[in-house]
């Protein structure tokens, strides 16, 4: 148990196999100060509940993930274990999954040594697509960059612990981006539609939509490509099947892999692509 006094403690089942350090290399890579932290057994970060913001703390314990929720009203205990599970991809049925890759020979060689691998989904769709938008055409560190300066410039919620604050909000983005954003003024833009399209409609990212819906209504803003409408949509709406063709991270992955066309091991491994996208990054990243 924690030592914070209002700490609840659940238990969220999950089918095996789970390779939750996966899951840790992956955030640990992307994770904003503030807002995020990675150590060597959990992931921490604060979640916008609907009655305020609490910390959750992540953890594997051998047939169930380990949530620590902290500050949460008890009335968004239910909400906070939602998304914690779409965040790890608990739902997901690993065997089903990891027979499909084993499909494409590659795919399978992967599925051999970390099987179990989940699509990370996002725990803040909003803030979701702020940082794919920020993540465009540069590498995950200058990106990480960018969105931890950012966060910094958002007030402390006097959370005690490596995390005290929420990432920029819509509204915050609309009515004060220039105080926010320091990168590219083309990048500042897009952002800038985004978080218009967002404060006049909360709702465009709402989970339960198309995932192609989806992707068509996000190249619509101005400066929101196919790859980022994907990737989005993929980690949004936890879509199983959603390739990222042209990705470059894939290209590399894959051929470590041993396939030359990636696009061609899309199709043999239908309706995961979304899990050959993981198992390639995971290859890229030296996994």
């Known amino acids: ?111 051999t040594r970390f099987p179990g691998l989940r699509v990370p989904g996002s725990p803040d769709p909003h803030e979701s697509l702020f940082r794919a938008i920020v993540g465009q055409q540069i590498t995950v560190a200058r990106a990480t960059a960018l969105l931890a300066d950012m966060a910094a410039r958002m007030p402390s919620l006097g959370f005690d612990g490596p995390v005290d604050r929420l990432f920029p909000t819509a509204e915050r983005m609309a009515e004060g981006l220039h105080a926010l954003y320091r990168g590219p003024a083309a990048r500042r833009e897009a952002l800038r539609g985004a978080a218009e399209a967002l404060v006049e409609d909360p709702d465009l990212l709402e989970r339960t939509r198309d995932p192609e819906a989806l992707s068509e209504t996000l190249v619509g803003l101005r400066g929101v490509g196919p790859w980022t409408a994907a990737y989005v949509s993929m980690r949004v709406l936890n879509a199983p099947d959603v390739p990222l063709p042209g990705d470059a991270a894939v290209a590399t992955g894959a051929r470590l892999l041993g396939v030359d066309d990636a696009a061609a091991a899309y199709e043999r491994v239908r309706p995961f692509r979304s899990s050959f996208t993981i198992h390639a990054w995971n290859a890229a990243a030296g996994g």
């Open 1 to 111: 148990m924690s030592d914070a006094p209002d700490a609840v403690v659940l238990a969220l089942p999950y089918r095996r196999p789970f390779a939750f350090d996966h899951l840790l290399r992956f955030h640990a890579a992307r994770a904003v100060p503030g807002v995020e932290h990675v150590d060597e057994a959990a992931y921490t970060r604060v979640l916008a509940l609907p009655r305020g913001p609490a910390v959750a703390v992540v953890s594997d314990d051998d047939g169930a993930v380990r949530l620590e929720l902290r500050h949460a009203h008890p009335d968004d205990v239910a909400a906070a274990a939602g998304l914690v599970r779409r965040m790890l991809d608990l739902d997901a049925d690993p065997q089903a999954v990891d027979a499909a890759l084993r499909e494409d020979p590659a795919a399978a060689r992967s599925v």
